[in-house]
């Protein structure tokens, strides 16, 4: 049984970066990826990125280019997802997402992140 | 890339009656691999986590009902829940996943009772 335990909630400033971290216990971590999707209130699932371990290089939305870094540990079986420059309109719930033998995906309980100021 | 449209935004359903979503793809996702089709179905509920229903268009995920059921036509799917509980009110969303291009979501569709 897949289980991911993600970092806490996180209060920021607007211009300054947040890490959030997600913990995989169960299944296989480095040949299955992960990805980070957010969801801001009230709103559909938006995909940031993704990685899988073994490979170690990371793929980014389009829109999230230059301004997120994901990495994963596969000594620690962790991911961490950093997102630099934030803004109030990246106030949302992080969620990480382990990839299935399937394909389908297994997620985190989420991080809320507030950007105020 | 790859476009995934839902409908019904919404829909509202009596207890004990079918429900239907639908997912249409703007390009196959068939992968002549494995003969399957990468398309999940996942229900979300208020301050949850999605939960994955159903893998490669039509495999229930273990646990899940077997009330929940998805299928395939070309690139149109479906996900059905066949008597709709109390428990089923949610937000359901369907996903494509290609390693090379990561995930992509439909817009929702939000079940609720009539």
């Known amino acids: 049984q897949v289980q991911l335990v993600q970092s806490g909630a996180e209060v920021k400033k607007p211009g300054s970066s947040v890490r959030v971290s997600c913990k995989a216990s169960g299944g296989t971590f480095s040949t299955f990826a992960i990805n980070w999707v957010r969801q801001a209130p009230g709103q559909g699932l938006e995909w940031m990125g993704g990685i899988i371990p073994i490979f170690g290089t990371a793929i980014y939305a389009q829109k999230f280019q230059g301004r997120v870094t994901i990495t994963a540990d596969e000594s620690t079986n962790t991911s961490n997802m950093e997102l630099y420059s934030l803004k109030s309109e990246d106030t949302a719930v992080y969620y990480c997402?382990?990839?299935?033998?399937?394909?389908?995906?297994?997620w985190g309980h989420g991080t809320l992140v507030t950007v105020s100021s | 890339d790859i476009v995934l449209t839902q409908s019904p935004d919404s829909l509202a359903v009596s207890l004990g009656e079918r429900a239907t979503i639908n997912c249409k793809s703007s390009?196959?996702?068939?992968?002549?691999?494995?003969?399957?089709?990468?398309l999940a179905w996942y229900q979300q509920k208020p301050g949850q986590p999605p939960k994955l229903l159903i893998y490669w268009a039509s495999t229930r995920e273990s646990g899940v009902p077997d009330r929940f059921s998805g299928s395939v036509s070309g690139t149109n799917f479906t996900l059905t829940i066949s008597s709709l509980q109390a428990e089923d009110v949610a937000v359901y969303y369907c996903q494509h996943y290609y390693s090379h291009s990561g995930l992509t979501f439909g817009g929702g569709t939000k079940v609720e009772i009539k």
């Open positions: 390009q196959s996702v068939f992968y002549s691999s494995n003969n399957k089709s990468s």
């Open positions: 997402a382990k990839e299935g033998a399937h394909s389908g995906h297994y």
